[in-house]
């Protein structure tokens, strides 16, 4: 069966009578690092989005054979390497398309023959709608991806907290990035991020409206003021569990 790339359809709607989309959550390792990779399929007609791709092509690989998928495209979030390092290659062996914000596209200078930019049009693949949210913050281009009720976050939401901002203007950008997510996502939403601190992948919006420090702030001074301070320990921040 042919991709349906669909994308850039301005005035597509989710069709809420559509099969669920199947989520298969990938853990990758590189040295101390472990990232989620996120195969998100259409069970009607196959066809398949990998996010993030890094690391360890042949789980891809094994897991597009097990679900017997297709890879129809490539969902970037950003451009930091560990959420790109296989976004080539596997381009490049499926024969399909990546997407990244134009935003992130021009801040990192990433390039690809299958690059496509994109901007806050739905993309269609198969019969899944994927929405599109411009969640700037951790990078200037950071995209989050919303599939049904699930939403991909990247570095901008994980369940224990969210992305280093790099500077004051980033992390006011950060602060209304979440509330975007906040008041956009309903409270059932599970959120898939790109790393977990021991907190599994797939928490519900509404539990981590209780739990997560970063979302409980009314103002991006106070969140800025917290997200900057001084004594964090960056190297406990990448001992990812």
Known sequence: MAPNYGMNQPH??????????????????YQSIKNYNYLVIDPGTRQAVIVDP?????????????????LSGILVTHAHPDHI????????????????????ISASGFKAEQLIAINTDPITIGRMVVETISTPGHTPGCMCYLIEDNLFSGDVLFAEGCGMCPDTQAAHAMFASLETLKTRLPPETRIFPGHSYGVPPGQRLSQLLKDNIYLQFSNKHSFAAFRLRSGQNLARMFRFS
């Open 85 to 104: 390092h296989l976004a080539r290659p596997l381009a490049d062996k499926y024969a399909c398309p990546i997407w990244m914000s134009k935003e992130g």
């Open 12 to 29: 597509a709607q989710p069709d809420r009578n559509r099969v669920v989309p199947r989520v298969v959550t990938l853990e990758m390792h």
């Open 54 to 70: 890094a690391w360890q092509m042949e789980k891809i690989d094994q897991a597009l054979l097990d679900n017997q998928a297709k």
